[in-house]
């Protein structure tokens, strides 16, 4: 069984910088893609970044530029590096697992998709103030 916890989350003014970390247990996932996700209140989860088990990175439009995924193996760690946040990036952040390939590189898409993913973290609250 895999667990995720996320840590990182806080408070943070427009402008300014967070860094999320994904840490996971019960499995190495080096050979795994990891995700972000996020959701805001009364939104619909959406599609943060992801990385493949090459460290290949995606990226939704939103986030492009200013965060950076990354993923330390030895550590089994994915970090989610965020910054130039805004009000609008204020949401609950969650680190995926999708367990089902190994060494796989699928298209663009499947990374967007969250129900590719096995295992789901509780999450971690971002909040920008304006």
């Known amino acids: 069984q895999v667990q995720l916890v996320e840590s990182g989350g806080g408070l943070v003014q427009a402008g300014g910088s967070l860094r999320l970390s994904c840490a996971a247990s019960g499995r190495t996932l080096s050979d795994n893609a990891m995700g972000w996700f996020r959701q805001a209140p009364e939104k619909k989860r959406e599609f943060v970044a992801a990385i493949n088990w090459n460290h290949i990175t995606y990226y939704s439009d939103s986030v492009k530029g200013r965060f950076t995924i990354s993923r330390d193996s030895a550590k089994n760690t994915v970090y989610l590096q965020m910054n130039s946040l805004k009000p609008e990036d204020t949401a609950v952040y969650y680190c995926?697992?999708?367990?089902?390939?190994?060494?796989?590189?699928?298209?663009?898409?499947?990374?967007?998709?969250?129900?590719?993913?096995?295992?789901w973290g509780q999450g971690t609250q971002v909040t920008v103030s304006s």
């Open positions: 995926a697992a999708d367990v089902g390939g190994w060494r796989s590189t699928y298209s663009v898409s499947y990374y967007t998709r969250d129900t590719e993913y096995d295992y």
